[in-house]
């Protein structure tokens, strides 16, 4: 089963055929995607890598979590689920259509 993973701190630099390359060498990279702004088309620093199997995934932390990329060091973690956008400005969800707090 493959696993989803966040890498952060890329610089602007740094394209999806990079971050492909890199992840490759542990273990079999299923896609990469830097996450780009809608209006200007530049990086916005992070992006996510899809691993093969959950042993790559975990291998892949160990290895490049730290690893200098043109000229800035990757944070490499396990995705965490995206929240459902509910959120209020104290960082709470807020009500669904409908509720009341």
Avoid: H, W
């Amino acid at each position: 089963m493959s696993k989803k993973l966040y890498v952060g701190n890329l610089a602007y630099g740094v394209t999806e055929e990079d971050l492909t390359k890199s992840f490759e060498q542990v273990g079999e990279c299923i896609s990469a995607k830097i996450v780009r702004d809608q209006y200007s088309d530049a990086s916005r620093g992070f992006g996510f890598v899809e691993m093969g199997t959950e042993e790559a995934a975990q291998e892949a932390i160990k290895k490049l979590n730290g690893l200098e990329l043109q000229g800035r060091k990757i944070v490499v973690q396990e995705a965490r689920p995206r929240g459902d956008g509910r959120k209020t400005r104290f960082g709470r969800p807020g009500p669904r259509r409908g509720e009341r707090y």
